[in-house]
């Protein structure tokens, strides 16, 4: 093969990954975008007549639904950016194993040293302010509603 052909083989497989990269910020990206459009809905479109306490543990049950699917999102992503690495890293060394293997859970490949859990990206900088802030508000809020406030 000429340096060429792999240069070209190098080039097609990082574009294929960094379509998912890009796909998994993109879902990411949607999951905040709905999650503030449907607390906001719930806020501003329930009755008067409806008890406020149902209102917040449904606001809170969307908030948690989409602090983990967007958790999932953020963790696919860092996965195939650790693919990345790795392809470019294989591919520079003459490595042809797993050619165009887009799965990131590939065992074979010692993707898993970085330790990556949902957990761990469900609680980082990037979601935490967002879905934690509004379930620590929506929390405070049954607090007081409970505690006879309000």
């Known amino acids: 093969m000429t340096e060429q052909n792999i240069n070209e ?15 998994m910020a993109k879902n990411s990206f949607s999951c905040k975008g709905w999650n503030l459009t449907l607390v906001a809905g719930a806020f501003a479109l329930v009755p008067e007549n409806i008890n406020k306490w149902y209102i917040c543990i449904v606001i809170l049950c969307i908030d948690l639904c989409f602090w983990w699917l967007d958790s999932f999102f953020l963790l696919q992503e860092q996965k195939y950016r650790d693919k990345y690495e790795w392809v470019i890293k294989k591919r520079l060394d003459g490595n042809k194993d797993y050619l165009y293997d887009l799965n990131p859970y590939n065992k074979n490949m010692n993707l898993t040293d970085k330790k990556r859990t949902i957990f761990k990206t469900a609680f980082s900088k990037t979601l935490l302010p967002m879905y934690g802030g509004i379930a620590l508000l929506i929390i405070i809020f049954i607090v007081i509603k409970l505690g006879g406030g309000i």
Request: glycine fraction near 0%; hydrophobic fraction near 40%.
């Open 9 to 23: 083989i190098l080039y097609k497989e990082i574009d294929l990954i960094q379509s998912c990269i890009n796909r």
